[in-house]
């Protein structure tokens, strides 16, 4: 599981930016006000395909988001979307450095001779990435109304993960030599 970090690590790094140019798992609203604030056109629930067709008069859903971000007939339209957090930016950057610390455990040090050591600090990083990023995330829906602390569906589901990956951290153990 050491072994398959790396990987998996670039790999969520590569779905978050696939999250953000497909306007998936918005940010919770902000203020423009904000440096990284952003406006997804395309992933708010209150502008859908239909409805952005609709108001445009358009049959094809990409011509019709253009029209509205683009043309000023629909100016009105594009001050009513929100600014929001690219969480999905945020959770890639993190997820960057996640693999930039698991890459130096592998490659410079002797933490691959300990079964489980990279695989639990993996664990431990990748989903507090997670736990924090969902402070800026819109409520994806999920149990967070049904259990107490406040807590969002995703950092309830990352919890395990930190705690597994203690574990593994504090039980890691010596590779023998085998010939």
Excluded: C
């Excluded at 695989?119 to 924090?132: E, K």
């Excluded at 259990?147 to 995703?154: D, F, I, N, S």
């Amino acid at each position: 599981m050491d072994r398959v970090a790396l990987p998996v690590t670039s790999g969520g790094v590569l779905i978050r930016l696939a999250n953000f140019v497909n306007s998936e798992i918005l940010g919770s609203e902000t203020t423009k006000n904000v440096p990284t604030a952003v406006k997804f056109i395309r992933g708010e629930d209150r502008l859908s395909e239909s409805h952005a067709m609709q108001i445009t008069e358009e049959q094809n859903a990409n011509a019709a988001y253009e029209m509205i971000e683009h043309n000023p007939k629909f100016t009105s339209i594009l001050e009513q979307i929100p600014y929001r957090h690219p969480a999905q930016l945020y959770e890639a950057f993190g997820y960057v450095i996640v693999f930039a610390i698991v890459y130096y455990m592998y490659w410079k040090t002797d933490a691959r001779k300990k079964h489980g050591l990279i695989f639990g600090v993996f664990l431990i990083l990748l989903w507090a990435v997670r736990f924090i990023v969902e402070f800026v995330k819109q409520s994806q829906g999920g149990i967070e109304s049904d259990l107490p602390g406040g807590l969002l569906t995703g950092q309830w589901l990352s919890i395990p993960f930190i705690l597994v990956g203690f574990y593994l951290v504090f039980t890691a153990k010596n590779r023998t030599e085998t010939l």
